[in-house]
């Protein structure tokens, strides 16, 4: 069996980076940011009614960008292999988490479908009632959203820790996906801890939105286009000095 290489796996890993970023995108900003009203359970409710279609196509999106994530997640655990093993399967792991809490997270938005579907037991809510059970399952999906992302958070920590302590990629990138990393895990602490969260919600959002749109759309790219080309990722660490290896080397020599 052909052994995938360190380009293929960047290769895979960049497109598969770039799918997910529009496709989320879609989901996020042209079907939920689109079709809920926050507070407004009626309207919220009339929005995704009248609009199954598109809202059936964000879910569609997601699905898709849990697997493109699982995908991701093996690509890069075999570009950075021969790097640090041990470290590539963590960050590997964290984010096979992220995307599981994110899975768990979505079925409350298939929940919304099903409170749709005119079932006739349903009829056992007043309508104002079904409103606020969607609007329910419509938060529910975005508390799950945002755990999952203190998951994702440490998977760009983790990552960008490992490029910043190897040449497998440039420095920059690798203190963008740091500061990326943290602004998700403090925007989830933050929503956890704070009261008057609401009040500062613009701020963590720019503070998210910044370095992971810069970072992670570079990191895509150079993955896509220059990642395992040249210098090999095990460079980093076959030219380091080991004093352990060093000295078995001398005693071979005088052998």
């Known amino acids: 069996m052909q052994t995938l290489t360190e380009r293929s796996a960047a290769r895979v890993a960049g497109l598969a980076y770039l799918t997910v970023a529009a496709l989320a995108m879609f989901a996020n900003f042209?079907?939920?940011e689109n079709?809920?009203?926050p507070g407004d359970a009626t309207a919220t409710a009339a929005n995704i009614t009248g609009s199954e279609g598109l809202f059936r196509a964000g879910l569609a999106s997601f699905l898709v960008v849990i697997a493109l994530d699982v995908i991701l997640a093996w690509a890069l655990y075999v570009y950075f292999r021969p790097v640090n093993r041990h470290l590539s399967s963590l960050i590997a792991a964290f984010r096979l988490v992220f995307a599981t809490i994110f899975g768990v997270a979505l079925i409350n938005l298939f929940s919304v479908l099903h409170l749709m579907s005119g079932a006739s037991y349903?009829?056992?809510f007043e309508g104002g009632q079904l409103d606020a059970q969607m609007m329910l399952a419509v938060d529910?999906?975005?508390y799950g959203w945002l755990i999952s992302l203190a998951f994702f958070g440490i998977h760009l920590l983790l990552l960008g820790y490992l490029i910043l302590k190897s040449r497998a990629a440039p420095k920059l990138l690798g203190i963008l996906l740091v500061l990326a990393g943290a602004a998700y895990v403090t925007d989830t602490l933050a929503n956890a801890l704070l009261t008057n969260y609401a009040d500062y919600e613009t701020v963590f959002l720019l503070m998210v939105a910044v370095p992971s749109v810069i970072g992670e759309l570079a990191f895509a790219l150079w993955l896509l286009l220059r990642g395992g080309k040249g210098q090999k990722a095990e460079a980093s660490i076959a030219t380091t000095?080991?004093?352990v290896?060093?000295?078995l080397s001398g005693?071979?020599?005088?052998?």
């Open 241 to 243: 000095p080991h004093p």
């Open 35 to 37: 079709l809920i009203e």
């Open 122 to 124: 349903l009829t056992a």
């Open 30 to 32: 042209a079907v939920l």
């Open 140 to 142: 529910g999906f975005n």
């Open 251 to 255: 005693v071979s020599a005088d052998a």
């Open 245 to 247: 290896s060093d000295a």
